[in-house]
């Protein structure tokens, strides 16, 4: 299996949660996320990101706009 290039993922990532420990492990943060019933950063934007609300819910709320 391929390994994420992790260097080039974080400089994509706006989770502003900064001790995270999947930063720019993609597929790590969306298990992680996921088996939460939430979805990752990268899919709000930044000032929805920042609210640490990221249910699928909210999500929702935001595309629908």
């Known amino acids: ?7 080039a ?3 994509g990532c ?11 492990l ?3 943060c969306l298990a992680y996320h996921w088996r939460m019933r939430e979805l990752p950063a990268c899919l709000f934007p930044d000032e929805v990101e920042r609210t ?8 929702l709320k935001t595309v629908s706009r």
């Open 26 to 28: 993609c597929c790590e």
């Open 52 to 59: 640490w609300d990221r249910s699928l819910a909210r999500f």
């Open 9 to 11: 993922n974080v400089a």
């Open 14 to 24: 706006n989770c502003s949660y900064d001790p995270c420990p999947r930063k720019g």
């Open 1 to 7: 299996m391929p390994t994420c290039n992790q260097k």
